[in-house]
């Protein structure tokens, strides 16, 4: 029996009416349009992680090895055990929450915030093993599950302006358009390379944000050339205050094997479970499980749909199977160094392109792998180039909130709620908290105490002792 007939055989593909060809193309098109992660996943990391005596091109390097290696076994797992077309690796939101809440926001340890993660991972594997999803899914209300997407979507897109220098921090208004725009490289090729991305994904050409950001860097390294340099920050007028440490070009360190070993990062979950304190870290396991748990079911039911996988209650059979894929990756990614792992919405590019069975993961897995070849290259991608991919998914992600009942106050107003705070509070904690947190309220003052589970109230009165002690001092 050839290699053909021995991968038609163990993915059935007969089944699934589709050919090795194109499951492999169909495998292509997804890594095509997910790989942007290997670059954009250690440019978020990077600005939380400090490794003491790692330069931060050779810190990008490893994150990126790191980030190749986690995503690769998970869809590995999806590819040989669920047998599914779905892609996986550290998620975008979740990587941001992991930087910017809660390192630099918390002040929780790097170590801290992986050992958080790899917690995350081994619940959610203990969870799906016992079959526990439906009663996790009912315990969280709909209008939050429903809204966090676009408000993570929204979040992304604040923190992709932001590396871009399209918006600046204000003494009046505290944020607000970057008054030199005009006058900053960094700025105008930012907007050059977010308008030609943006182009590229609405005629559906493949890549695009690769593309998108390859291109960025190119003008950004031709620009440098030519003499000019990013706005000096000092000089920003009207005390408003633009993004500091970016620069026309990434890192130019050339290519060594250095950064290919990633022992600083490896096990460094173990140092982070030394003096944690013990509420703050259940909340920052709650909200790491939290948007995992649902944005990877959100997908694969929403792949699975594309896919013609649903049943005719709107389930995906065997969904224990993918969820376990994505708990394990995200158990492996924490311990190897990186946040957590999830499904991909790309993966609906490579089922559309026919992609059905655990083969087309098995190609991403395996392209995945061969990038580990090109790892040096991803810290000369310039940072505010990277961050272009931020808003583009940023704004894909708005489509989540036309599933929400807006017409219905108990629903809107948890759910505007979810959106909005999160991107005004810099935190997808709390933007989940606050949705939590009204939608029992609102549910009791419309009558409704029968649609209110108890466990939603425990929840939202956890939320506000958490935001009580939090803004009081005590932590």
Do not use: C
Request: aromatic fraction near 10%; proline fraction near 4%.
């Amino acid at each position: 029996m050839g290699l053909t007939e021995t991968l038609a055989d163990y993915f059935d593909l007969d089944s699934h009416d589709t050919t090795v060809r194109t499951e492999l193309l169909a495998g292509l098109t997804t890594f095509l349009t997910m790989s942007y992660i290997v670059v954009v996943n250690p440019a978020i990391l990077a600005a939380a992680i400090d490794i003491e005596g790692v330069g931060d091109g050779r810190l990008v390097a490893m994150l990126a090895v790191v980030t190749i290696i986690s995503a690769a076994t998970a869809t590995l797992v999806m590819a040989l055990y669920a047998n599914r077309p779905f892609a996986q690796a550290p998620g975008l939101g979740l990587n941001a929450f992991f930087a910017f809440t809660v390192v630099l926001g918390m002040g929780v340890p790097w170590q801290t915030a992986l050992a958080a993660v790899v917690v995350e991972g081994i619940i959610f594997i203990a969870l799906t093993a016992v079959g526990a999803r439906e009663y996790v899914i009912r315990l969280f209300p709909e209008p939050v599950k429903l809204a966090v997407g676009s408000g993570i979507g929204l979040f992304l897109a604040l923190i992709g302006f932001e590396s871009m220098r399209v918006v600046a921090s204000d003494p009046a208004t505290f944020l607000t358009l970057s008054p030199v725009v005009a006058n900053d490289p960094v700025a105008l090729i930012s907007v050059a390379g977010l308008l030609f991305t943006f182009g590229l994904y609405a005629r559906g050409v493949r890549g695009s944000i690769v593309i998108g950001i390859l291109g960025t860097t190119v003008v950004g390294y031709a620009a440098a050339a030519l003499g000019y340099s990013a706005y000096n920050p000092e000089n920003v007028p009207g005390g408003a205050a633009i993004a500091t440490n970016i620069f026309l070009t990434g890192s130019t360190t050339t290519y060594s094997l250095a950064a290919y070993d990633i022992r600083p990062l490896a096990g460094a979950f173990l140092d982070g479970f030394a003096n944690v304190d013990a509420f703050t870290f259940a909340l920052i396991v709650f909200t790491f499980f939290f948007v995992d748990f649902f944005d990877t079911a959100g997908t694969l039911v929403g792949v699975g749909q594309s896919a013609g996988f649903l049943d005719d209650e709107g389930n995906l059979p065997d969904i224990d199977k993918p969820l376990m894929a994505d708990a394990v990756g995200t158990t492996v990614g924490g311990m190897l160094g990186t946040s957590t792992v999830t499904t991909y919405i790309e993966s609906a590019t490579g089922v559309e392109e026919g992609g059905r069975t655990g083969l087309t993961a098995l190609t991403v897995a395996g392209l995945f792998l061969l990038s580990l070849a090109f790892v040096p290259l991803a810290a000369a991608i310039p940072e505010y180039a990277s961050h272009i991919a931020l808003v583009v998914i940023g704004v894909v992600m708005l489509g989540n909130a036309v599933e929400i009942a807006w017409d219905d106050l108990t629903y809107a107003i948890p759910a505007g709620m979810t959106i909005m705070v999160m991107p005004f509070t810099f935190s997808i904690a709390y933007g989940i908290a606050a949705g939590i947190v009204s939608y029992p309220i609102v549910k009791l003052a419309a009558g409704e105490l029968d649609e209110i589970h108890v466990g939603q109230w425990i929840l939202a009165g956890a939320f506000v002792v958490y935001f009580a002690v939090r803004t009081s001092g005590v932590m």
